[in-house]
Nanobody, 118 residues
Framework: QVQLVESGGGLVQAGGSLRLSCAAS????????MGWYRQAPGKQRDLVAT???????NYADTVKGRFTISRDNAQNTVDLQMNSLKPEDTAVYYC????????????WGQGTQVTVSS
């Protein structure tokens, strides 16, 4: 069984920074893509950023230039550095990991709250 555990959320003022971390434990497979998603109250869960095993990244337009995703394949961790935070970044942030082969599997963390005050 695989578990993803997020840490690093909290309350910060607009313009501030936070760093989210996600660590995998259990019978860890070879993760392909890893990433972060977020869900604000009353809204759907949206992509924030993803990173492939080779280091290719993809960001939502709303966070480009402010957030940076990174991962450590050996440690099975993925981080999200969030700078210049805005109140609209307030959401529960979820870590995600995807396995493509031999069978497609999708893993989620339990989420960590990020609140940005104005």
């Amino acid at each position: 069984q695989v578990q993803l555990v997020e840490s690093g959320g909290g309350l910060v003022q607009a313009g501030g920074s936070l760093r989210l971390s996600c660590a995998a434990s259990g019978s860890i497979p070879r993760f392909d893509a890893m990433g972060w998603y977020r869900q604000a109250p009353g809204k759907q869960r949206d992509l924030v950023a993803t990173i492939t095993r080779g280091g290719d990244t993809n960001y939502a337009d709303t966070v480009k230039g402010r957030f940076t995703i990174s991962r450590d394949n050996a440690q099975n961790t993925v981080d999200l550095q969030m700078n210049s935070l805005k109140p609209e970044d307030t959401a529960v942030y979820y870590c995600n990991a995807v396995v493509v082969w031999p069978t497609s599997r999708n893993y989620w963390g339990q989420g960590t709250q990020v609140t940005v005050s104005s």
